[in-house]
T-cell receptor, first 108, second 113 residues
């Protein structure tokens, strides 16, 4: 099956800083999504981005499918951005394989 | 966006008993739902794909007789953990797709004592 690797595993930022999270996947995918899991466990879909670039406010994501990686950019980070960011990839059957996540801590 | 609701959010049960977790799509119909399991500080592991009106498809290594999945309607899938043991304690999350976007329920924390 598809292997998904995320880096870095942990990231500590000062409020206002920018960051880039990376996701590498082992095979061609039809589905690539980024999620944020808050401290209470709720998972929120950030981007569906099997290729190309998307932006939503302070967040943006880019997937280079031919090189099998995706990047999530967080600009002007806020304490509410803290949590775990997961990348998940899948094929045509909609089953997603999740990476191990990046634990982001934004300090005031 | 679409809303997926899980119930209960927290459940504590005694070892050897069974517990049922419900996953509902509140404002859309979901022919397919997915059940995941997450251990503390770990990633999500897909347990099974729940298909409305048919048997669930379980991932390798998941005991189908222990984790019973029923998807009897287009808005409800249930996961029953049978004869629960402390090692079954975990965070269970369901999801459903709308188009290409996946929406997750709030998750259910199961503690078996």
């Amino acid at each position: 099956g598809i292997q998904v690797e995320q880096s870095p595993p942990d990231l500590i930022l000062q409020e206002g800083a920018n960051s880039t999270l990376r996701c590498n996947f082992s095979d061609s995918v039809n589905n690539l999504q980024w999620f944020h899991q808050n401290p209470w466990g709720q998972l929120i879909n950030l981007f569906y981005i099997p290729s190309g670039t998307k932006q939503n406010g302070r967040l943006s994501a880019t997937t280079v499918a031919t090189e099998r990686y995706s990047l999530l950019y967080i600009s002007s980070s806020q304490t509410t951005d803290s949590g775990v960011y997961f990348c998940a990839a899948g094929g045509s059957n909609y089953k997603l394989t999740f990476g191990k996540g990046t634990l982001l801590t934004v300090n005031p | 966006g679409a809303v997926v609701s899980q119930h209960p959010s927290w459940v504590i049960c005694k070892s050897g008993t069974s517990v049922k977790i419900e996953c509902r799509s509140l404002d859309f119909q979901a022919t397919t739902m997915f059940w995941y399991r997450q251990f503390p500080k770990q990633s999500l592991m897909l347990m099974a794909t729940s298909n409305e009106g048919s048997k669930a498809t379980y991932e390798q290594g998941v005991e189908k007789d222990k984790f019973l999945i029923n998807h009897a309607s287009l808005t409800l899938s249930t996961l029953t953990v049978t004869s629960a043991h402390p090692e079954d304690s975990s965070f269970y999350i369901c999801s459903a797709m709308v188009g290409n976007t996946i929406y997750f329920g709030e998750g259910s924390w199961l503690t078996v004592v």
